[in-house]
């Protein structure tokens, strides 16, 4: 694991590991190896992995699971330009691999900055890590962003696949490893119920919605200049929204899945005028859970004058059959009132003039709305009579809660997606044409962005700026408030 020292690291992928091994998923000769500038020998590194797992891992400490990974621990300290590190990296594996008889199979896990991709994988193939021994396999993991835009993305990809064949490049979009988020399939394509109405006769708009209540907290350095588009549009919503539009695929395999995912990436258009399609705002001082929270200008390493958005909404049309004349809105933000992802999708109203007629009657805004995060579940939304003698309709929801339904917690997505690395089975995994592609469709709002100077403030702890209203409103249609 390289980048063993930054964030991701510590609070999901050491403790996902773990909890891996606790759920007895590792084969016990598994083995760690990180690999990290500081000063520190193995017992420093798995001191980390001890307290970063005591302090996040989701399953209970066990003594057994614990011994059993840390006599697996190994730290190679060094520099990502130092050939003489990465020889020692190679000997250490090796050495681990003859003592406890691991079998042979490395992956590479990349938690590290994209600016650090190319020297890592050009020092993977001249050590020779990169070359998988007889019946052996060698894998890389990378995480994103690939790229800021297509134009790097591409590079990005070129230097990857120099070196690893394409079957053996996972890259990490931790939103698919999400229970709730496969769950979509199997609500879709399980039941009867639900796809007949799933299409743009019954289906007025969807909303997919990423908000988050946090800011972006000792990340400066990447967030700026990235921004909330770039950040979690380009791959955890347009990967939401794929997954929503897609038709039914021939399998649940990786190359069935990624096809139907890719045709409606392939599709989708975006509004004429970006101006009146697209919103984005960036976070003034105000509140978080009663608490009094700074602006993004105001954050540790921002420049005063950031143009980077932590607020971005968008109108996506998909003219195909199924689709067409039903927009997708997505939007997600930073410092918003609560920490929600949700796909709700807004059905048309009822054609009964009789309940049309009826004042403040909201029947026949029917909406399915699946929740990501937290709660996650599914819930209905349609209009039932008041008790009484006149014929009053009101709102009320049917609940499907994964915390009612089911006795196990759902494990996190890293633990779906380590594991899947390791077992080598790539559906959860993006594939690079579908990375290109969101950034196809992603490019032009960001470069029309940049010609347009300060986004619009928005006070913390709202629910983003008047831009995003006013878009929606444009369309005669509201955002939720979920
Ligand atoms: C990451 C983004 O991909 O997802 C972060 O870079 C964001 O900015 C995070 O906070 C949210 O993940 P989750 O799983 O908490 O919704």
């Known amino acids: 694991m390289f980048g ?37 020998d193995k017992q420093d590194f798995a001191e980390v992995v001890h307290d970063s797992v005591k302090k996040y891992a989701r399953t209970p400490w066990r003594e057994e699971t614990w011994e059993q990974l840390s006599a697996g621990i190994r730290f190679v300290q060094g520099t990502f330009d130092d050939p003489e590190a990465f020889a020692e990296l190679r000997r250490t594996v090796e050495e681990l691999d003859a003592e406890r008889g691991t079998g042979g199979n490395h992956a590479f896990y990349l938690s590290i900055p994209p600016s650090a991709f190319p020297q890592v994988i050009t020092q993977l193939r001249n050590s020779g890590l990169s070359d998988p021994k007889e019946n052996t396999w060698r894998r890389v993991v990378i995480e994103k962003p690939f790229g800021d835009n297509l134009e790097t993305a591409d590079q990005l990809n070129q230097v990857v696949s120099d070196v690893f064949p394409p079957d053996a490049v996972f890259r990490i979009d931790h939103y698919l490893g999400k229970e709730t988020v496969q769950n979509l399939l199997a609500l879709r394509f399980a039941n009867q119920l639900f796809e007949p109405i799933w299409n743009s006769q019954y289906v007025d708009h969807v909303q997919i919605t990423m908000a988050e209540d946090i800011g972006i907290g000792g990340r400066a350095g990447y967030y700026d200049g990235i921004g909330a588009a770039r950040d979690v549009i380009q791959n955890h919503l347009l990967q939401l929204l794929a997954l929503t539009a897609m038709e039914e695929p021939a399998s649940f395999g990786a190359v069935d899945l990624r096809t139907e995912k890719e045709k409606v990436l392939r599709a989708v258009a975006l509004p004429d005028d970006l101006a009146l399609g697209t919103a984005r705002g960036q976070y003034a001082a105000g509140w978080r859970g009663g608490e009094h929270v ?102 009320v929801t049917m609940d499907f809660a994964y915390g009612n339904a089911f006795t196990d917690e759902s494990p996190e997505a890293y633990e779906r997606l380590i594991l899947d690395v390791l077992l080598g089975d790539p559906p959860l995994f993006p594939r690079h044409e579908e990375v290109a592609l969101s950034w196809k469709i992603l490019d032009p709002i960001t470069e029309f962005w940049s010609t347009q100077g300060q986004p619009e403030q928005y006070r913390s702890g709202t629910w983003g700026p008047a831009q995003a209203d006013q878009m929606m409103a444009r369309d005669g249609r509201v955002w939720r408030r979920p």
């Open 4 to 40: 063993v020292t930054g964030d991701l690291a510590r609070k999901k992928l050491m403790p996902a590991v773990y909890d891996l091994a606790n759920r007895g998923l590792l084969p016990p000769a598994f083995a760690l190896t990180g690999f990290a500038r500081r000063e520190w």
């Open 294 to 395: 700074g602006a993004y200008l105001d954050e540790e390493g921002i420049a005063q004058d950031s143009t980077t958005e932590t607020y971005a909404a968008i109108k996506v049309n998909i003219p195909n059959r199924r689709w067409n004349g039903t927009p997708f809105y997505l939007r997600a933000g930073k410092r918003l009132g609560r920490r929600v992802t949700e796909i709700a999708l807004v059905f048309k109203k009822a054609p009964s003039p009789y309940f049309q007629q009826i004042e403040g009657s909201d029947v026949g805004t029917n909406a399915l709305v699946i929740r990501v995060q937290p709660d996650e579940g599914v819930t209905l939304k349609f209009g039932s009579k008041v008790p009484g003698t006149a014929m009053e309709v009101r709102d």
